[in-house]
T-cell receptor, first 109, second 111 residues
Framework: AQRVTQPEKLLSVFKGAPVELKCNYS??????LFWYVQYSRQRLQLLLR??SRESIKGFTADLNKGETSFHLKKPFAQEEDSAMYYC???????????FGGGTRLMVKP | DVKVTQSSRYLVKRTGEKVFLECVQD?????MFWYRQDPGLGLRLIYF???????EKGDIPEGYSVSREKKERFSLILESASTNQTSMYLC??????????FGDGTRLSIL
């Protein structure tokens, strides 16, 4: 069975500080990993996917198959980054996603 | 831009009632999904549909059923609502092997 774990429910940093939201997964095959973000009073939206290897809003995430991790990083946090972040995994058998429990990021001024 | 529309933002029902949550997408996506979102538990898949009249159970289908009579519409049905079904319900759609797009959610309270 596949599983996604986000160990931190809440992460609080000061503006300008580096931020890393942790995501670990368990899956025996080759997964596809995503980060979704939900800003206050907005719908859940895709932030980035590992196969794109792109940086969105200054965020990057690298799939580490050895450590089965897909941590989300940003070198300098901004107040507008405050949101709920979800890591998700899609297996190679279909279209369903498995989500982690989510991490609330609070960026303080 | 993909639009996934959920019929209600807020809904209050009583225990034992039959509840319908509706979702419509305008991008001719094959796949549609229903999740519930609870603090600390993230999103949990209730049901998934990959074509008209086709459905698969997700992780927590008990107490729910779904209907997909048309490609653009996916309905979630609570046959006999209970208080533990109070939650935020999210609908999503996607093309095959593409990222999912979400609706605004329906906050359902069962009294």
């Amino acid at each position: 069975a596949q599983r996604v774990t986000q160990p931190e429910k809440l992460l609080s940093v000061f503006k300008g500080a580096p931020v890393e939201l942790k995501c670990n997964y368990s899956y025996s095959g080759s997964p596809e990993l995503f980060w979704y973000v939900q800003y206050s009073r907005q719908r859940l939206q895709l932030l980035l996917r590992h196969i794109s290897r792109e940086s969105i809003k200054g965020f990057t995430a690298d799939l580490n198959k050895g450590e089965t991790s897909f941590h989300l990083k940003k070198p300098f946090a901004q107040e507008e980054d405050s949101a709920m972040y979800y890591c998700a995994l899609r297996n190679n058998a279909g279209n369903m996603l498995t989500f982690g429990g989510g991490t609330r990021l609070m960026v303080k001024p | 831009d993909v639009k996934v529309t959920q019929s209600s933002r807020y809904l209050v029902k009583r225990t034992g009632e039959k509840v319908f949550l509706e979702c419509v997408q305008d991008m001719d996506h094959e796949n549609m999904f229903w999740y519930r979102q609870d603090p600390g538990l993230g999103l949990r898949l209730i049901y998934f549909s990959y074509d008209v009249k086709m459905k698969e159970k997700g992780d927590i289908p008990e107490g729910y059923s779904v209907s997909r009579e048309k490609k653009e519409r996916f309905s979630l049905i609570l046959e006999s609502a209970s208080t533990n079904q109070t939650s935020m319900y999210l609908c999503a759609s996607s093309a095959v092997n593409q990222p999912q797009h979400f609706g605004d959610g329906t906050r359902l309270s069962i009294l």
